[in-house]
């Protein structure tokens, strides 16, 4: 993480009502009452329930003195807070945050393994934490932490955890970087989850960009350290399994990390291969989403179904000082579902789950319009959206959606996805130059290729939600944040740019165009301090919040 600094404490109650009064908070994501979010740990099912920790400073809108906060759901989609589940203490191995990590069921009893943080120790060290039953409180190991740093290795940095049962034993991943070497994940195995025996890295990353990933600076680079790992079987439908278990037919070994670099979050990719033994062979290296870093540090379960789940954190693209302004900072996207595509490739999906936060519908479009070069159609949208569009591309040829465009276009955000004379390949691009009046906001243009078969066919699936966008072009997603400062700039239409007259007619075809309004997910305002924790400031433990009357 970059260093931040540290506003001025602002009291519970007014931290959370200025977070908000933010027309950029989010209402259908999920994000901390107030105060900072970000990476999604311990993700899974516990006793027909899900449940989300994170990682949460409810003191300030900044990387400091981490938490974990906790929310648990029937549906992935409405969301309830939980006593904060972990804080650092006063002395000892986290006593300057409780990282990242994850949960895991010891015999019927609930487990966080999770790394403790010093600020005058350059590497994190594994801790662990029992809960009770209902996962509402938690009491950390005596003898943390569980893991000793393997001798003989040079460490850029060590830290968060990926842990499953396999062969009878337990085994562990932990992000890592070998200095000069490259971003790895080190092998751990257990037969208590308190004392571990290294078994060597699993797989080792390639900086330089020769073997594995692009060159530095690219949206691929593989970098010098991997964090937030996560390993699993997955088979091409998109049920998932422990590694070791039974490989299905047509299945792969998918290896996610995020990529750092330098106190950098650059972008989340993962490994697809086979994994024996001690050891993982990539075959192909894949980006999870074009927006690099705006989505980061994904972490995935198994549903009871089998589906792999997936959560990720959406960072903020403001300036860092904005966000600590509005009492707030990081959401987390929409749970993805992952399954492989006909190449072996990942291919994502928002929950099927999302469509029951839809409601009135805003445009309805169902049949095949060629757009003419200029030509538009589009709703007066809003700030909570979910649309279906369907276009169909002749080669050489683009179109453009046009995001939270004002009512005389001076801040819009604009889509361009296209068709390569190449076969089977497309791309889709976003253009954030006229985003916001705002000059703190970021407008860096994301974007890549994206498949396309042969009838130059694009499903696109958005969800616009305040400042926050989720794009999925054909099963590959892009996230992005934006600020608009207009309260006009609300509006979402497609269109086939009049700079490509050129083009045959039928060129660009609209075949669908939904949009639906989206609901609050959320009650809100919520407590800091949910239900109370005993670790809570005075005056906050109760769970109750002040707030003025409306």
């Known amino acids: ?185 080190l092998l751990f195995e257990s037969d208590n989850l308190r004392a571990w025996r290294y078994l060597g890295p699993l797989v080792v990353g390639d900086p330089s960009g020769a073997t594995l990933g692009g060159a530095p600076g690219e949206p691929d680079w593989s970098a010098d350290m991997w964090e937030c790992v996560d390993f699993f079987r997955l088979a091409p439908e998109g049920t998932s399994a422990p590694p070791g278990a039974p490989l299905p037919h047509g299945g792969c070994d998918v290896l996610m990390f995020s990529a750092w670099s330098d106190d950098i979050t650059l972008h989340s990719l993962c490994l697809t291969g086979r994994y024996a033994g001690d050891r993982f062979e990539p075959a192909a290296l894949h980006r999870v989403d074009l927006g690099e870093n705006a989505y980061y540090a994904p972490q995935s379960f198994a549903d009871r179904d089998g589906r792999r789940v997936v959560h990720g954190w959406l960072q903020e693209e403001r300036d860092q000082q904005a966000a600590a302004d509005a009492g707030w900072s990081g959401a987390m996207a929409i749970p993805r579902t992952l399954s492989l595509d006909a190449h072996g490739a990942p291919r994502w999906e928002p929950i099927l789950e999302l469509l029951t936060l839809r409601r009135e519908q805003l445009l309805a479009i169902a049949h095949a319009a060629p757009l003419r070069p200029g030509a538009s159609v589009g709703c007066g949208g809003g700030l909570q959206l979910d649309a279906e569009i369907d276009l169909v591309l002749a080669r050489g040829t683009r179109a453009q959606l046009i995001l939270r465009a004002s009512d005389d276009d001076t801040e819009r955000t604009v889509l361009e996805v296209g068709r390569s004379d190449d076969p089977d390949r497309g791309w889709m691009h976003l253009d954030r130059s006229t985003s916001s009046l705002d000059p703190t906001a970021h407008t860096t243009p994301r974007g890549g290729t994206i498949p396309i078969g042969d009838d130059g066919h694009i499903s696109l699936r958005v969800l616009v939600d305040h400042s926050v966008l989720e794009i999925f072009a054909n099963g590959h997603p892009l996230s992005a944040r934006v600020y608009p400062t207009l309260s006009t700039a609300v509006r979402m239409e497609v269109a086939a740019p009049a700079d490509q007259p050129d083009a045959p007619d039928g060129a660009v075809v609209l075949a669908r165009f939904d949009v639906w309004r989206m609901a609050d997910a959320w009650d809100g305002p919520r407590p800091l301090w949910p239900r109370s924790h005993p670790n809570a400031p005075t005056g906050e433990s109760d769970g109750r919040l002040a707030t003025p009357e409306t």
Not at 62 to 72: E, N, Q, T
Not at 76 to 87: G, H, I, S
């Open 1 to 185: 993480m970059n260093p931040r600094p540290i506003p001025p404490a602002i009291a519970g109650d007014e931290l959370v009502a200025l977070a908000e009064r933010d027309p950029h908070r989010p209402r259908y994501h999920v994000v901390a009452p107030a105060g900072w979010l970000n990476d999604p740990n311990g993700v899974g099912r516990w006793n027909g329930r899900y449940h989300l920790f994170y990682q949460y400073n409810p003191h300030a809108a900044v990387h400091h003195k981490i938490s974990w906060g906790h929310l648990v759901s029937d549906d992935l989609v409405r969301w309830t807070d939980l006593p904060v589940a972990l804080v650092p203490d006063d002395d000892g191995p986290d006593r300057d945050g409780c990282y990242s990590g994850v949960l895991v069921d010891d015999d019927g009893t609930p487990t966080l393994l999770y790394s403790g943080h010093c600020d005058d120790d350059p590497l994190e060290t594994c801790c662990l934490a029992v809960g009770t039953p209902d996962l509402t409180h938690w009491t950390k190991e005596p003898g943390n932490p569980v893991l000793a740093t393997p001798d003989g290795l040079d460490l850029v940095a060590l830290r968060d955890h990926c842990v499953w049962r396999e062969g009878g034993r337990w085994r562990q991943l932990i992000g890592a970087g070998l200095r000069g070497v490259g971003g790895t994940a």
